[in-house]
């Protein structure tokens, strides 16, 4: 019979055997009434040789393999009456195991989803991204130009390679139109990532050279949720941009790509496909099968070398890295999350050896109980197994909350989560965190209930009992564990608080930087126009995009409450836009190419820096006398004009730029921007009149007098009636911009101060405990030590020192650790030093400073203990 | 758990039990008449340790038990010997020889 039959059919087995005892009775009886014996005397006689029926069930069912199990529930049932006449204590440690637990659950799913999981890809670990670098310009993980690629392709290396780039357009329905992401890509993107259609089928070769008739793939979610999963837009068309283009294919639910496109496109005619200098490509392959990295890399370099040699003008210095998708989808992400489980699990190390303390400072008040229970004849093994029973109903009850408290941070951090965090969308909780935060919890179990099973162990009941009686400290030994316990805590708390003071540090100086602009009252946007727009027979027409561009701008000058409205491109940290980078030199200067100076070309309109609130060094800003025809003119940035012509001064000067015949006339110099994060140094600037140079992508800045936030209807309305096919999109704030750029330090900042403060709590509380536990069981000896004499002092001044030499020795292994720790945080601070001086003093001042008011309370109840009422406790 | 050890009394009743099971299946009460009837009255089982063994005995895999009408046309648990518990039998009655007869050189050899 299995345990499970004796757990489920318990009680007819039972009936069995009340059928098989009383059976027994009855023929026994039956016999000793037959030899004469009356009726009523036989039957007492019976019972008296049978000696209590129910004892003798008892041992039967002792016997049975499922006693085990029923055990268990006897445990469980105890373990639970244990906790309600405890509800403090019960509610106080499922609370703290919730949190550590639900900690470490949280960033598990994380780590899980971002770094674990592989790409969502057939075979993965094959696809790289071909990357271009150039140490002459300082370019690293850079775009390719078409020409190389199809160099690449057509040597054979990889197994698939292609280029992409990803973009936006507009799609129009019906009279609706709307800004979506794209991606242009060549066949042999959709070819690496082995995607196969639903539905008709991916770009061909042919259909990968740039035409002016693109061909699209939608993606399954678009064609359901924009198209009405429409069946005959299967070679029909769909407007974008203004053209007509046909559907060729549906790709499958489920396949996503880098930023997430709608739409995939066919290369377009640019004009300029063929220069080998024209990089904006993403290069994607696939390893040939059995290749490695290296040896696919070190066949693709000589092919670099050869087209380097060939065509020394544009492709001279250039070489290729190849980058493991998933390595550089997950980026620098992966030393901040690592940091972060790490920290997770000191406070789940924290969170052990506090539940661990409160269960040795409970088992000892228990002593007499179990001495009792052994004394009764329990076994030695049966207590052990009670006393875990009652860790492990503590910590799955804690687990429960965990993993809702798991469950309610991840969807918090989905909605409000960094969103450069790469795979963000595709963190949930799954099977792989379940299963982990299960054994998280069973693990948890185990280390809390290994004191006091310790404890247990070995006690002689008479022992014990004596002990118990006489409320004893526990023993030296108890007293040390529980002082390990408390001082373990003591120095994870620390190794946290220095790291995330560290942190807070660094995020200090970086919100102190200053970005070049004013972020306050400002109200970016997106706006671009279509090729179909601003192409005609092949031909930029520069004079309509002018147009748009003045007609845009005096729109959007007179809407009430704007002050300032411009055009210019790119976004300043890293808001997004197209970054043109270009070399500069001095007109006149002999050596062009030592010279130049690399950095960002971008034309702006007029208003730009003032609605911006960029500031003026020297010189002056653009003006309506810049226009087609008039003298080429420039501005350079701060970081373009000292170091290049300091301590001359560049008003007035001429630059050239690279591909440019002409040259420009410096007139100002401005405040330089940072146009990546905050913490990235601001790059050279070379600003063009738009008038002169108009460009068809645009970002919008607008200086508002009012919330910027409550204009951007009417921006888009704004904007949309000068041309109802373009959209004005991504409308954010000045302060949306500067707080998407500090969002992921932000969260770690955030993440590593909660969870030091947590720990810092939590092991305070140890402390607090442990002496408090102290001072309780010692009040009888205290009250004698008063009654000989001692004064409140000495007593107060014992439990304090006590306390803080825990505290101390805690601390000092705490800043031992974190002098070994914090180098982990190097990359992810800012202008601060991993051992800075002042972080390392203040964590163990402040947390001193606390440990001193845990100590007083115990320490201030230890001094007013009355020597007489204190003799008769108890 | 209970436990494993069996003393010389546990498992002399253990191999009792299974010698008279042996001869065919039969009800607890039968087993302790049986019991005295054949050691003519010396060896009087207790019910208190009587029905216990007989439930470690079925859950070891010894005995087989079924309920079926006994003679006095009331329903009994009858227990039969399972393979098992033959080789058990066998095992346990050579291991008592043996002792029996190293105990009775010893008293001998005293004499």
Known sequence: ?874 | MPSEKTDLLQGTLDMLILKIVALGAIHGYAISQRMQQISGDVLQVQQGSLYPALHRLENRGWLRAEWRASESGRDAKFYTLTKAGRKQLDTETAQWERLAEAIGSILRTAE
């Open chain 1, 1 to 874: 019979m299995s345990w499970m039959d004796t757990l489920f059919r318990r009680q007819r087995i039972d009936r069995q055997l009340a059928d098989e005892l009383e059976f027994h009775i009855e023929s026994r009886t039956r016999d000793l009434v037959e030899t004469g014996v009356p009726a009523a005397e036989a039957r007492r006689r019976v019972r008296m040789e049978f000696g209590g029926t129910e004892s003798v069930k008892d041992d039967c069912r002792d016997v049975r393999r499922g006693r085990f199990i029923e055990e268990l529930f006897k445990d469980l049932r105890y373990a639970l009456r244990v906790f309600r006449k405890t509800p403090a204590f019960s509610l106080a440690a499922i609370c703290t195991l919730a949190l550590g637990i639900g900690a470490c659950a949280a960033v598990f799913t994380v780590v899980d989803a971002v770094l674990l999981r592989p790409l969502p890809y057939p075979e993965p670990d094959r696809l790289v991204k071909a990357l271009t670098k150039n140490p002459q310009l300082g370019v690293k993980n850079g775009p390719t130009s078409l020409p190389d690629y199809l160099d690449w392709r057509d040597s054979g290396v990889f197994e698939s390679v292609g280029i992409y780039v990803t973009d936006n357009a507009v799609l129009s329905i019906a009279a609706q139109s709307e800004r979506v992401v794209t991606a242009t890509a060549t066949d042999g993107v959709l070819a690496a990532l082995r995607v196969k259609p639903l539905a008709g089928r991916i770009f061909s070769t042919e259909e990968s050279k740039p035409s002016l008739t693109p061909v699209v793939l939608v993606t399954e979610r678009t064609w359901r949720r924009r198209l009405g999963a429409d069946p005959k837009l299967l070679g029909g068309a769909i407007k974008l941009n203004g053209l007509s283009l046909t559907v060729v294919g549906i790709l499958p639910a489920g396949f996503t790509f880098e930023g997430d496109p709608e739409l995939w496109m066919s290369p377009t005619i640019t004009g300029d496909e063929t220069s080998r200098d024209n990089r904006y490509w993403t290069g994607l392959a696939r390893l040939r099968s059995g290749a490695t990295r290296a040896q696919t890399g070190a066949q693709l370099d000589r092919i670099t070398q050869r087209l380097a040699a060939a065509y020394p003008g544009s492709n001279r210095y250039w070489g290729v890295d190849l980058v493991a998708l998933k390595e550089d989808l997950v980026g620098d992400t992966r030393a901040q999350l690592l940091v972060l489980l790490g920290a997770v699990g000191f406070v789940w190390l924290i969170v052990c050896a506090n539940i661990a303390t409160l269960l040795l400072v409970r088992a000892s008040g228990r002593g007499r109980e179990m001495a009792v229970r052994a004394a009764l004849g329990a076994s030695g093994a049966r207590l052990v197994r009670q006393l875990a029973t009652e860790s492990l109903v503590l910590v799955l009850a804690g687990g429960a909350a965990g993993v809702g408290m798991a469950l309610a941070a991840v969807s918090l951090l989905r909605e409000y989560g960094p969103p450069d965090l790469p795979r963000l969308d595709q963190i949930h909780v799954d099977a792989i965190s379940v299963v982990f935060t299960l054994g998280i919890a069973m693990l948890t179990g185990l280390l809390c209930s290994l004191g006091p099973v310790f404890q247990t162990r070995g006690h002689l009941p008479g022992g014990a009992l004596r002990e118990g009686g006489r409320g004893s400290t526990g023993g030296r030994r108890r007293r040390i564990a529980r002082a390990a316990l408390v001082m373990t805590e003591v120095a994870l708390s620390i190794v946290l608080l220095t790291g995330s003071g560290l942190l807070i540090k660094s995020f200090w100086n970086l919100l102190r930087q200053d970005p070049g602009f004013r972020t306050d009252h400002l109200l970016p946007c997106f706006l671009s126009l279509p090729n179909s727009k601003v192409m005609e027979n092949g031909q930029y027409r520069k004079d309509r995009v002018a147009r748009y561009i003045d007609a845009v701008t005096a729109r959007l000058q007179s809407i009430p409450g704007v002050q300032h409205a411009a055009l210019g491109m790119p976004l300043p940290l890293g808001g997004g836009g197209w970054q043109m980078w270009s070399k500069f030199w001095v007109a006149g200067e002999a050596n062009r190419q030592a010279g130049f100076v690399h950095g960002i070309l971008q034309s702006v309109s007029t208003d730009y820096f003032a609605a911006l609130g960029v500031r003026l060094r020297s010189g002056r800003i653009f003006s309506s006398v810049d226009r087609p025809g008039t003298e080429p003119v420039a501005i350079i940035n701060e970081e373009f004009a000292r170091p290049k012509f300091a301590p001359r001064n560049p008003i007035g000067m001429r630059i050239g730029i690279e591909d440019d015949k002409r040259t420009y006339e410096i007139v100002g110099v401005v405040d330089s921007i940072k146009s990546g994060g905050l913490q990235d140094p601001a790059p050279p600037q070379l600003y063009l009149p738009m008038a002169q140079q108009p460009v068809p992508m645009l970002t919008a800045v607008l200086r508002t007098v009012g919330d910027p936030a409550a204009l951007s209807h009417t921006v888009q309305q704004a904007v949309l009636s000068v041309d109802p096919d373009v959209p004005a999109y991504r409308i954010r704030t000045g302060d949306q911009l500067l707080g998407r750029s500090l969002a992921r330090r932000r969260l770690l900042m955030t993440l590593l101060s909660s969870f030091a403060s947590i720990a810092l709590v939590l092991s305070l509380l140890g402390l607090y405990g442990v002496l408090a536990y102290g001072v309780a069981q010692r009040t009888r000896e205290i009250g004698i030590r008063m009654a000989l004499g001692a004064a409140a002092g000495q007593v107060l001044a014992g439990v304090v020192r006590q306390g803080m030499t825990i505290a101390a020795l805690g601390v000092i292994a705490g800043l031992a650790g974190a002098l070994a720790m914090t180098r982990v945080l190097k990359d992810a601070l800012y202008n601060v030093s991993p051992l800075d001086a002042g972080v390392l003093l203040l964590a163990p001042a402040a947390l001193l400073l606390v440990a001193l008011l845990a100590c007083a309370i115990p320490a201030r109840r230890a001094a007013r203990i009355d020597p007489v009422l204190a003799l008769r406790h108890e």
